[in-house]
């Protein structure tokens, strides 16, 4: 099972405080328009985003759940590219799939699983000693996964999508959104992302964490 600090559901409202259209250019190329919004009253007091894309309104409103991703911020593979992780072909994935269906991506500011950029780092370090993932992230006193989606629920909901199809191998993330009061109608995986140097820490995820990854095909 996951280590976390998560607490209990919280039903707090939140609301939109700007809206804004953005359009997205990866460096493949690929490029869509996002309604990018910001909220007041979130738990945790962080700037967190929301990515609508694609027809969302429609699917908000129809008979199949919007098609939503909750992407924890990670600079390294997200900006920088690195391939010690999967975040980065998962974000540009996930805007892809989400923008054909309707739905939303939301941009959470929880780096390193929670943990922050510089613990991240150091855990990369430990990692390079011969730890995993989540053992280096213990010998330096933290949890497995501290992140906590409460804000995504608060999110979520005023945008008024209390159902939802999830793009996630992150089984904690469905688990948490139902306690806090979101329905997940269906877990969607994302495509797996190998690299040379990602291996183990995809591993990992599916060995320790119950990540739906299948390395075989990959």
């Known amino acids: ?4 600090s998560h607490t209990t559901p ?7 405080r700007t809206r ?20 007041t009253g979130l738990v945790d007091d962080r700037e967190h985003l929301l990515l609508a894309l694609g027809d969302w309104e429609s699917a908000l409103a129809g008979p ?13 593979g997200d900006v920088f590219g ?10 540009r994935e996930s805007v892809e799939r989400i923008a054909g269906n309707g739905g939303f991506l939301l941009y ?3 780096e390193g699983r929670g943990i922050g950029l510089y613990a991240k780092l150091d855990a990369y370090a430990l990692q390079d000693a011969g ?12 949890g497995d996964d501290e992140r906590d989606y409460a804000a995504a629920a608060q999110m979520l909901r005023a945008l008024g999508a ?15 959104l139902e306690r806090l009061g979101i329905e997940v109608a269906e877990r969607v995986p994302t495509s797996v992302h190998l690299s040379d140097f990602n291996r183990r820490y995809l591993e990992s995820k599916r060995d320790r964490t119950a990540h739906t990854i299948d390395l075989t095909a990959a």
């Open 82 to 91: 690195s391939e010690r992780c999967d975040c980065g072909p998962q974000l």
């Open 108 to 110: 959470l500011r929880q």
């Open 162 to 176: 209390e159902r939802i199809r999830l793009l996630s191998n992150n089984p904690d993330k469905a688990e948490q």
């Open 20 to 39: 804004v259209r953005i359009p997205l250019r990866f460096p493949d190329d690929y490029a869509a328009p996002a309604d990018v919004y910001t909220f």
């Open 64 to 76: 199949d759940a919007p098609l939503v991703r909750l992407h924890s911020e990670c600079l390294t």
């Open 1 to 4: 099972m996951v280590e976390s």
């Open 10 to 16: 919280r039903r707090a409202d939140a609301a939109v």
């Open 131 to 142: 730890l995993d993932t989540y053992e280096a992230n213990r010998a330096l006193g933290r």
